[in-house]
């Protein structure tokens, strides 16, 4: 596990605020008509005049630098000129590398206008099921202790969580070492120490957990085909707390 010292979290707090000027912009940017494909090209100018570079174009042959992915769609979706329709669920998740090291955050945003309060529901429930995971990321806890958070608060919610895809340990690589499950035990699994830095990552379902492989070759859709929710933070552990480095 790559420990990180406080002069590369100094780095990563940096790539992580321009990522989050990046998301806000996208997030601002989306609307009913617009094509997936246009929302990768904003986020490819965003983060090159930010002096940055794309962490996800031609990782592992992804050919985008943003995932962009809709209703049924967990994760990894690949922008295309599909086009967005009022009331989809559009989960934006973009990895930033800026000096070195890589950050990385998604958020759901609900196009256009509906009354569907199932879906505004679990919006709401994964970005509080985020704040609960980051809360529960203290030094001398456990990744243990983080899953069981998420999941338990999303089952009060009567939701679930996708077990397949996870979040991760990460640093001048996408992903590192550890693997941070949205479920577990409270007390198992490796001790928080400061200077790990992980991406928190709660995907959440309004129907079974169960994933199958996505029609674009890249993402991950429900195998149910009910709507997911994704929101992610890359979070340093330090001496007093977690601290959000994509805030």
Same mark, same amino acid.
């Given at each position: 596990?790559?420990?990180? &010292? *406080?002069? @590369?979290?100094?780095?990563?707090?940096?790539?992580?605020?321009? $990522?989050a000027r990046v998301l806000d912009a996208l997030v601002s940017a989306v609307r009913v008509g617009m094509t997936t494909q246009e929302l990768d090209t904003m986020a490819r100018k965003l983060i090159s005049a930010r002096g940055?570079? *794309? &962490?996800?174009?031609?990782?592992?042959g992804f050919p985008a630098a943003l995932c962009v992915s809709i209703n049924e769609e967990i994760v990894h979706g690949? *922008? /295309?000129?599909?086009?967005?329709?009022n009331g989809d669920l559009v989960k934006l998740d973009l990895g930033v590398h800026y000096k070195g090291f890589h950050t990385d955050s998604a958020?759901?945003?609900?196009?256009? /206008? +509906? %009354?569907? /309060?199932k879906l #505004?529901? $679990?919006?709401?429930? +994964?970005?509080?099921?985020?704040?609960?995971?980051i809360k529960a990321a203290q030094p001398g806890k456990t990744?243990?202790?983080?899953?069981? %958070?998420? #999941?338990?608060?999303?089952? /009060? @919610?009567?939701?679930?969580?996708?077990?397949? $895809?996870?979040?991760?340990g990460i640093g001048t690589e996408v992903h590192e070492e550890p693997e941070v499950p949205n479920y577990g035990q409270s007390g198992q699994g490796p001790v928080l120490k400061p200077g790990m830095v992980i991406a928190i990552e709660p995907m959440v379902v309004t129907g079974g957990y169960?994933? %199958?492989n996505g029609p674009d070759g890249y993402s991950y859709i429900t195998a149910d085909k009910k709507p997911s929710a994704h929101a992610e933070h890359t979070v340093a552990i330090t001496e007093s707390g977690p601290e959000i480095l994509t805030k």
């Open positions: 596990m790559n420990l990180k &010292s *406080p002069e @590369q979290i100094e780095l990563m707090r940096e790539g992580g605020h321009i $990522l940055a570079e *794309p &962490s996800f174009l031609n990782y592992n690949l *922008p /295309s000129e599909r086009k967005i329709k958020r759901s945003v609900i196009a256009g /206008s +509906t %009354a569907d /309060s #505004h529901n $679990l919006v709401a429930v +994964t970005y509080e099921a985020l704040v609960v995971g990744l243990g202790d983080i899953g069981s %958070a998420v #999941h338990e608060y999303v089952k /009060s @919610q009567k939701l679930d969580v996708v077990r397949d $895809l996870i979040g991760h169960k994933i %199958a």
